[in-house]
């Protein structure tokens, strides 16, 4: 049976109770022209490398998956078979975190302080100016180097950047197709030209630890794709805990930093040297701690001491 095409329709979160949050996704994917077709299977999970989950959804072209985890990030793939029992190949698949909060792709509620008294709370919705309510990853940084913090939202799907400028009041796309069904993505100066750019990094099959930089210049973004940051590292830190970008040896370069805490590497921080924006992966000395942090609910890695240098910092919840 030929291999199909799969694409995600629709991320919706639905709330029960009054803490209780559970998501659904749905999918939709081009039907099999095969005579002998009986239906599909529609397999999840949450790594790229244990998708176990699956569903006889039958012989339909659209799904929706109940009861999810919501702030987890699952992967996808969908299988057909026929009367025989025999199967496709696997279909591409596809990666998306669900959120708990059921407005974060559309509205940002804000303030301000003056002398540490604040403002009355504002809303920020997309729909105000006039444009779709897409995205479902919010990120905040100066991408204008105006002196203003920027809010902007990626959609894994699509790859599309949206930003909203406080200096204009101004929201719109800021770049388009980069990064769909990233596992995670950064705002960070690569190349220490002031501008912080957009940075995604892949950890499925095909694109297994491989990061990718937009050169940001002025605020204009460019994908560069045979220029010196799109393909940014390949093979660093698959299967990884957590991902970061941060100064790690106080150059002024954002280092690519991975967490493990897997069996075989509990505990283990690995740093990718960025010297001038060209990142080395020395596979003889990247390892940067062992050890420490296993078990722990969240992870950081921050100029702690104000010696301009970045150091792993973990947080237990237990």
């Keep these: 049976m030929r291999r ?23 999918f939709s994917w081009v039907a099999n022209t095969e005579t002998d077709l009986a239906g599909y299977e529609l397999c999840y999970g949450t790594t790229a490398t244990n998708i176990s989950d699956c569903i006889d959804v039958g012989n339909v072209t659209l799904f929706t998956i109940p009861d999810l985890v919501s702030d987890t ?21 596809l990666s998306s975190v669900v959120k708990s909060t059921e407005d974060t792709i559309n509205t940002f509620f804000t303030t301000y302080s003056t002398n540490n008294t604040f403002g009355s709370e504002s809303a920020l919705n997309a729909t105000d100016y006039g444009l779709p ?7 905040i940084g100066d991408v204008d180097n105006d002196g203003f913090k920027n809010i902007i939202i990626f959609n894994e799907i699509t790859g599309d950047w ?14 388009s197709g980069f990064g769909q069904n990233s596992t995670n993505q950064f705002l960070a100066d690569v190349d220490n030209n002031g501008y912080l750019d957009p940075v995604v990094f892949f950890d499925i099959p095909g694109l297994e630890g491989n990061w990718y930089v937009a050169t940001n210049s002025g605020g204009t ?16 830190g698959t299967n990884s805990t957590n991902q970061f970008l941060a100064d790690a040896d106080g150059n002024n370069y954002p280092d690519p930093v991975v967490f493990f805490d897997i069996p075989g590497l509990e505990g283990n921080w690995y740093v990718a040297t960025n010297s001038g924006g060209t990142v080395t992966v020395n596979n003889a000395s990247w390892l940067w701690l062992t050890g420490s942090g296993s078990g722990s609910a969240k992870q950081f890695v921050i100029d702690i001491n104000g010696d301009n240098a970045a150091a792993p910092v973990w947080f237990f919840d237990n």
Excluded: H
Excluded at 14 to 26: D, M, Q, V
Excluded at 221 to 236: A, L, M, S
């Design 162 to 175: 949206y930003k909203y400028n406080y200096a204009t009041n101004s929201y719109g796309i800021w770049l």
């Design 73 to 93: 990030r699952y992967f996808f793939i969908v299988k057909a078979y026929n009367t025989d029992g025999v199967t496709s190949d696997n279909s591409r698949m």
């Design 4 to 26: 199909i095409t799969t694409s995600m329709l629709i991320l919706m979160l639905c709330l029960y109770g009054e803490k209780a949050i559970s998501a659904e996704i749905s």
């Design 133 to 139: 309510q897409q995205g479902n990853i919010p990120l």
């Design 221 to 236: 973004v460019t994908k560069n794709e045979g220029g010196p940051y799109w393909p940014w590292i390949e093979n660093f």
